[in-house]
């Protein structure tokens, strides 16, 4: 049972610097000592061990006992035919909403003659090869295979790895594996965890080694990203990672059913996410806490959701132009605007991985089918990470072409520069070409 | 004195499979568990005790004893007296270039209706706050100035601030103050490795506290920037750092005395520095490593080269496909084309961090003055990092808004995932709003 006086109301005026900074705090993320040693464990034991050890783990955490990592187009058959109609129907829509927003980010080539007989070039060149990282456990998650292979498909990534744990049938989600037909990914492996990541960053016999690896975890998978990304593997990470979000910003046009109700949407995801209205409206505030409690009681996951609401806040300010900056600053991964004239009072807030405009528009909305990405920076890391797009599908690099003359109207600039910065043998590369004889090269 | 000696010839087809992998492997990085806990230490005491210890550290590895870490007007003013009229002209030709290049990358919100009556949007917005590290010592490099500071002046970035270590008479090289001033950068700090990048990190009484940190430097500088982007800084960092690389891929119409001449220029960066010629002309091969010779032993910073040059080199192959097939192996910073139809080449050619394309582009062209941004990605992370440009001084994210027809007809899927997800919550938040009155809210 939750009760009022479990989520309490802070009226931020009149806390002091500090007990304002505390109020926006994250959960602290335990990054312990344990944790770390037991990943770099599993790495190093992955990475000379590969397939042996790969399925050890699987047995160990996934309590699923399989012989064979990478479904077979049997396995996936079977697997597809289980899929109702209503869910795929789900999928297709989602997936068409996805595809349509993620094909309109595509990227162009730039070209620039900078100046006479200089021209530069940026080009955009899709990944090489992605593991997809989709959580398992207890919930299938159709929806992130979906938000990591739309875009994967589209900026056509040569190899595509889906990696999901396993239940302890020894079976992949259905679901997922529809959603990755529709994507086009080949290759999908049952295996979860630090060792799912491990496998992708060095590649095992059955798995292939990838550049790039994307997707939400557990600690165990974040700390493996971590740690890969800067070690010898070459990895590189979509993000760092944290519990979700959701800060929702009201002015008394809001519904505080609704509220309430999008505020349990994303408490109900775990024990650690963290949810905060913040709002102007003492009264708004009020009945929100109250339909936070009549609604969370009628909640299949109710105790998720009240440990959840437990390091939860609801937040009145003195004006609206406070609610803003205290949003700003808190800069949530979902941010719910429900206010009159939202759009306009969007336009003011930068600091947020998906920003939810106006009251028909519920988080639950961008985390499956609006066409949005629902990978999104948490923990603050909204103030200087992107939300996942089509963009971290490529890299970017630059090409130069310069004329015998372009290299001359340079010239002094380069070897002056040179000259500044003590680098002998970059002038030299410039003047030994303009003493050539022309046509000597 | 360098000789023939110094310098193999290595035939790419005579090398069994892990004497090739030896061959394009990259010096190993000394990352070692001292290293990690002298910058752990100094970044402890920088968030403890701010301005003293950075002075204090500043005193100890720049041999520099300054009281004042931030430059006032009157010290930016002396400073800028001392620029030559040929320095400025040649800083002002290079920031030209390089601001055509980076303007010419503006990115555009994206706004599109995925079905009616939902309206998602991508919006990229400026970086509130950037820190530039630009390496200091026995160098003085205005070039990384502008690299740095172009970018941030054209996004637009509100608060930027410039960290450099002073020389040991305690003052800051006058060019980067010029390139500075042009960028519009008013907070210039003298101060340099680790210490500098947890200042900006954390911020001290003199250092504003940054979202995101620039910038190459050596073993401190880059630990620091591991550490403090997977830490609780929440700061995040450019790209990971290694010592430069060049590669040449010329055929038998490359110049021996171009190739050698770009592969010292790349020589000279550090005793680290990697530089590779890949080509089928057997020919070319000996001619470049006899032009080494002479060249290497004409340069002042002979020493760096030759120590630069030991772990290099220069590998025949059997055809201009399989010189292709090395580079896109090896995926270096710096990669220059020399051969017939380079540009045609070129096209092929897409794990580099920038190309230089044809006869008379040499590296140096780059590093100064085309255009493109000489921070590049290293050590092999050209396959899964781009090269720095525009869009790294910003930040994209997302907005949907969904009227109530919109929200009607994404329900069924939305409620479907929400029930295949177990999550009831999410289903509700959607049903709640279909439920309610027309304009109850």
């Not at 949810?275 to 009628?298: K, M």
Request: glycine share 6%; hydrophobic share 40%.
């Amino acid at each position: 049972m939750l009760t009022l006086q479990d989520i309490a109301i802070t009226q931020w005026s009149q806390l002091t610097r500090s007990e304002q900074q505390a109020t926006l705090a994250r959960p602290e993320q335990s990054r312990s000592a344990q944790l770390k040693e037991t990943v770099r464990n599993i790495i190093e034991r992955i990475k000379l061990e590969g397939d042996v050890a790969l399925l050890d783990y699987t047995r160990q955490f996934d309590c699923a006992d399989i012989e064979q990592l990478v479904l077979d187009d049997a396995q996936k058959q079977a697997l597809l035919a289980q899929v109702s109609d209503r869910a795929k129907a789900a999928i297709d829509k989602a997936y068409d909403n996805i595809r349509a927003f993620h094909v309109a980010q595509t990227p162009e080539d730039i070209t620039l003659t900078t100046s006479p007989g200089v021209q530069c070039t940026l080009k955009y060149t899709a990944l090489e090869s992605v593991g997809l990282y989709i959580p398992g456990g207890s919930a299938t998650l159709p929806s992130t295979a979906l938000m990591l292979g739309v875009p994967a498909q589209i900026a056509g990534c040569k190899t595509r790895v889906l990696v999901t744990p396993p239940n302890k049938q020894g079976e992949m989600s259905p679901e997922v594996v529809y959603a990755a037909e529709k994507c086009g990914i080949e290759t999908l492996v049952m295996c979860g965890g630090a060792q799912a990541v491990a496998a992708l960053a060095y590649g095992t016999e059955s798995v292939p080694k990838v550049d790039k690896v994307f997707g939400p975890g557990n600690a165990f998978v974040t700390e493996a990203k971590q740690q890969l990304s800067q070690n010898d593997s070459g990895i590189s990470i979509d993000m760092p990672a944290g519990p979700s979000e959701l800060l929702v910003l009201a002015d008394d046009t809001a519904n505080p059913r609704f509220v309430a109700a999008d505020l349990l949407s994303q408490a109900e995801h775990g024990p650690d996410s963290q949810v905060i209205l913040v709002t102007p409206s003492a009264a708004v505030a009020s009945a929100v806490q109250a339909e936070l409690v009549t609604q969370c009681n009628a909640l299949p996951r109710i105790d998720i959701a009240r440990q959840a609401l437990a390091s939860s806040r609801l937040i009145v300010t003195q004006s609206l132009a406070e609610a803003v900056a205290v949003t700003q600053r808190y800069a949530p991964e979902h941010l719910a605007v429900q206010t009159e004239d939202a759009a306009e009072l969007s336009a003011q807030l930068t600091t947020a991985g998906s920003i939810f405009v106006g009251h028909y528009t519920p988080e639950s909305g961008g985390d499956y089918a609006t066409g949005t990405n629902h990978v999104l920076p948490t923990y603050g890391y909204a103030k200087n990470y992107s939300s996942l797009g089509l963009l971290d599908f490529y890299r970017r690099y630059t090409l130069q072409e310069v004329t015998r003359e372009g290299l001359a109207e340079l010239a002094e600039s380069i070897t002056t520069l040179a000259d500044i910065e003590g680098l002998d043998a970059h002038k030299r590369a410039v003047t030994i070409r303009l003493e050539a004889q022309e046509g000597n090269s």
